[in-house]
């Protein structure tokens, strides 16, 4: 009985958060057409994300190379995998 009412509340958490996109992306759509209706805002949004990619370039540039670190991390660790799987197969 536990697990349905788990499954059923999961399922619930579900349409919950997919009405919740649903409405941002819809909301986030409308705002984006009134925004380019108007020059002088998109101007505006402009300068403000160039202001904050400045300030915080340091910021952006250190977690970026974070995360081509951990990609290459990965990729090494799937290569020795690989090798190691073709290795036993052919034992």
């Not at 009985?1 to 059923?8: D, G, R, S, V, Y």
């Not at 910021?59 to 290459?72: F, H, L, M, Q, R």
């Amino acid at each position: 009985m536990k697990h349905a009412q788990n499954a059923a509340s999961s399922v619930a958490k579900e349409v919950v958060k997919g009405s919740i996109v649903s409405s941002t992306v819809h909301t986030g759509s409308r705002l984006m057409s009134n925004v380019a209706k108007h020059p002088v805002l998109v101007f505006g949004l402009g300068l403000v994300a160039g202001y904050l990619v400045y300030k915080y370039r340091k910021e952006i540039v250190s977690s970026t190379t974070k995360v081509v670190d951990a990609g290459k991390d990965f990729v090494l660790q799937q290569k020795e995998n690989l090798e190691d799987i073709v290795a036993e197969s052919k034992e």
